[in-house]
């Protein structure tokens, strides 16, 4: 009895909560009823809108265009899986895409257990990331040795090359922003203004225009007779790109190390290499983790830009497909890719983000215990 | 400093001027100056190697030629007769318009949305953050392509438009709005238009000074509305309303007279503005987080009303941390305006650094002055947001 009597009131207590609840956030006052009543019907008609699109009126089965060309059709699903292949590796011959996914499952291999805190073995795990996979994924995915044939780079294409320009572009561009950071921190006047130069000039221009010029600039500065690869040229753009901002982030993080810590590694005697590798890089790095990973989500996003010079990542081959292939040909055919394509982009971006609040907290804490 | 004092110890048998950190670091500076020289020397000779080789020609002369091709938006004097020079003009005119309405619209959207994400309201800050978290995180090029295919889609064909009121006709071609006709008499109205901005800048200053001097409140605002709208309207209506309107009429195709506003500028408008208001509303959102709780509770206690407390206490405040992330966000916005190249909007690297180069070949030359554009861009938004925010730290003192 007494527990039945309980469970009532703990029943009305949640009712009478919630209700107060609903008061106190969305009903307060007449100006936020009024907030609420707007923001409902945003959301109403977004997703009611989106629903209908994605799901009620959406077509699911065809083999071409014609199926998803009748009025009112939503969005055109087969579209995707049909071409789901080439979103993925591009023009990649298709009785080899094994080596792709063979290079994706080694870098897992390598990233997952680096990403959870718990694993131990952090330093080989980073030597194999940095020395190891760099090697044999290269030789993997681009073949020539081994009687694995050769794929030049012209195939790759779709969400591996988006990938392979966005990793390429990190891992390049954070020790060249690395020294780029120290140089511009340098007593040395002529490295200072060296450095300054750089930065500034390619934070003060577009992407585009660094692209532009990696592709059509580039080939004449070399000697006559040598060329590289469009590809390489594209990343080379990015990278450089791409270290000039985060030189800028990693900058901060050193002008926050105070000058008791530089004072101190000088009077232990140690040179200036061992001074910042030791001291003063590890504690700056570690207070702009953000700052990098918001560099890094940047990057990622701003590899879509490699389309504009005629590469295909994943962005570029679903352009390619919603404009030029006459038998995908529909009204919801482009807006499918595109939601596509965007998914893809956010799940990997807001994945980084999420990754950097949970490691900032989890840094945060450490500080805090100590 | 460099390597300073870390080697002294060994000096002590014999001094050896390579441990001397000052020699190093001279050594250092001359070895990389040589190196950059060597770098810039390498690339000039290559290029006029290449250039030779491939017969292009060098130098700025391709300006005074004749472009032969049209453009679809022109703000200054433009045909296809007109020089590459022109062409540079008309690209970059283009490329400031998109720049300027685009952080116009970005700002006054990025701050009610930020606002909306410390709203006391659960349900409007949930879809405030949902917006920035989606909106952040897709390429703004994927968002410009989409916004481009979604208006080309929903805006009505070019023989169908869709007629509003004042003479504004929507197809796909553009929105047509109704041209302005300047008709004689109207230069004492822009005259009025800008006594009146005077006067309400002197009623500010005028109210400023009462309030310091004796502590009254002047409705200064509602004044300055009225000095700045009564002037000229007077004027306008005196001199029998000296401005008419070309309004848009359907020629044989299209529409045709009126001002047009291509849909590539409304999709690049409307991507920039979105995208680059999910980042200000995070800027908005820290800004005013950051003013510290007591500023405000004192400001209550002072018997502030709540939109007291923001407009005089917490906004003031927030803007200093505002502005410089701002500023940054700015220049972004006009950098990534560069992005018209994948939609075909006619802007400094659309026209400039595409066609122009397509045609002449002239890559360094045309490469160069983009760049040169976009830098000095840059310098003059920095220069002008220090200035502004120059001010602001005064007026909050």
């Known amino acids: 009895m007494a527990q039945t009597n309980q469970g009532l009131m703990g029943g009305r207590g949640a009712v009478e909560q919630s209700t107060r609840w609903l008061r106190e956030n969305l009903f307060s006052s007449w100006r936020n009823t009024i907030v609420t009543v707007i923001s409902v019907a945003i959301i109403w008609m977004v997703v009611s809108a989106f629903l209908n699109w994605a799901l009620f009126t959406a077509v699911f089965t065809g083999s071409d265009g014609s199926a998803c060309n009748k009025p009112g059709a939503g969005a055109c699903w087969p579209f995707i899986t049909h071409k789901f292949g080439l979103f993925m590796y591009g023009r990649y011959p298709e009785p080899e895409r094994w080596r792709i996914n063979l290079t994706y499952i080694l870098a897992l291999a390598g990233l997952v257990p680096l990403m959870i805190p718990r694993v131990p073995g952090k330093l080989w795990l980073t030597l194999y990331l940095l020395i190891v996979f760099p090697i044999v994924g290269f030789i993997l995915v681009s073949g020539g040795l081994f009687g694995l044939s050769h794929i030049p780079t012209a195939s790759w294409g779709g969400l591996f090359l988006t990938l392979v320009v966005a990793i390429v572009g990190i891992a390049a561009s954070f020790p060249i922003g690395i020294l780029l950071a120290l140089g511009r921190r340098s007593n040395l006047p002529i490295v200072r203004w060296v450095t300054i130069g750089f930065i500034e000039f390619v934070r003060g221009v577009p992407l585009v225009t660094v692209l532009f010029m990696a592709s059509v600039m580039l080939p004449l500065f070399l000697p006559p007779g040598v060329s590289f690869d469009k590809l390489l040229r594209a990343l080379i753009g990015v990278a450089l790109f791409s270290a000039a901002y985060l030189a800028e982030v990693i900058r901060g993080g050193l002008q926050a190390i105070p000058r008791g810590q530089f004072e101190a590694a000088d009077a232990l005697g140690l040179s200036y290499w061992q001074k910042m590798g030791f001291i003063v890089l590890p504690q700056a790095l570690k207070l702009v983790i953000p700052g990098i990973v918001n560099s890094f989500i940047a990057l990622f996003k701003d590899t879509s830009l490699v389309l504009i010079i005629g590469l295909f990542d994943l962005l570029g081959i679903v352009q390619q497909s919603v404009t030029a292939d006459s038998k995908w040909f529909s009204p919801q055919t482009a807006a499918t890719g595109y939601f596509f394509a965007g998914v893809i982009f956010w799940i990997f971006c807001f994945g980084m983000s999420r990754y950097s609040n949970f490691l900032e907290h989890r840094l945060a804490s450490g500080d805090r215990r100590s | ?397």
Do not use: C
């Open chain 2, 1 to 397: 400093m460099a390597s300073a004092g870390t080697e002294g110890t060994r000096s002590k048998l014999s001094y050896d001027w390579l441990y001397d950190p000052k020699t190093r670091g001279i050594i250092f500076q001359i070895a990389l100056l040589a190196g950059v020289a060597a770098l810039f020397i390498e690339i000039a000779l290559n290029t006029a190697a290449n250039l030779k080789a491939q017969n292009i020609a060098t130098g700025f002369g391709f300006l005074e030629r004749t472009s032969g091709f049209d453009i679809a938006q022109t703000l200054v004097p433009y045909s296809s007769t007109s020089t590459y020079a022109q062409v540079f003009w008309v690209g970059l005119t283009n490329t400031l318009l998109v720049a300027v309405l685009g952080i116009v619209l970005a700002t006054i959207l990025g701050f009610v949305i930020g606002l909306a994400r410390l709203s006391d309201n659960w349900l409007a800050a949930r879809l405030a953050t949902t917006y920035v978290e989606i909106v952040r995180n897709v390429p703004l090029l994927l968002q410009l392509l989409a916004w481009y295919f979604v208006l080309l889609v929903v805006l009505p064909s070019g023989q169908n438009p869709l007629r509003l009121p004042f003479g504004i006709a929507i197809n796909d071609r553009g929105i047509y709005l109704p041209a302005p006709i300047w008709e004689p008499g109207f230069g004492a109205v822009l005259i009025a238009a800008i006594a009146g901005i005077a006067g309400a800048v002197a009623i500010g200053i005028w109210a400023k000074r009462k309030r310091l001097a004796t502590g009254q409140q002047v409705p200064a605002f509602w004044y300055a509305l009225a000095a700045i709208v009564a002037p000229p309207l007077l004027v306008f209506l005196a001199l029998g309303a000296p401005l008419s309107f070309a309004d848009p009429h359907q020629g044989r195709f299209n529409l045709e007279g009126g001002i047009v506003l291509l849909p590539e500028l409304l999709a690049l408008l409307l991507g920039l503005t979105l995208y680059t208001a999910a980042f200000i509303a995070e800027i908005v959102r820290s800004g005013i987080q950051a003013v510290p709780r007591g500023q405000k509770e004192a400001a209550a206690a002072l018997g502030l009303r709540p939109w007291q407390v923001q407009r005089l206490v917490v906004i003031p405040q927030a803007m200093r941390v505002i502005i410089p992330p701002l500023t940054n966000q700015f220049l972004n916005l006009t950098k990534n305006s560069s992005l018209a190249v994948a939609i075909a909007y006619p802007d400094l690297v659309s026209v400039f650094a595409g066609t122009v180069l397509n045609q002449t070949n002239q890559a360094v030359e045309v490469i160069l002055i983009t760049m040169g554009v976009y830098l000095g861009l840059s310098l003059l938004t920095a220069l002008l947001m220090n200035w502004f925010n120059a001010r602001m730290a005064l007026v909050e003192r």
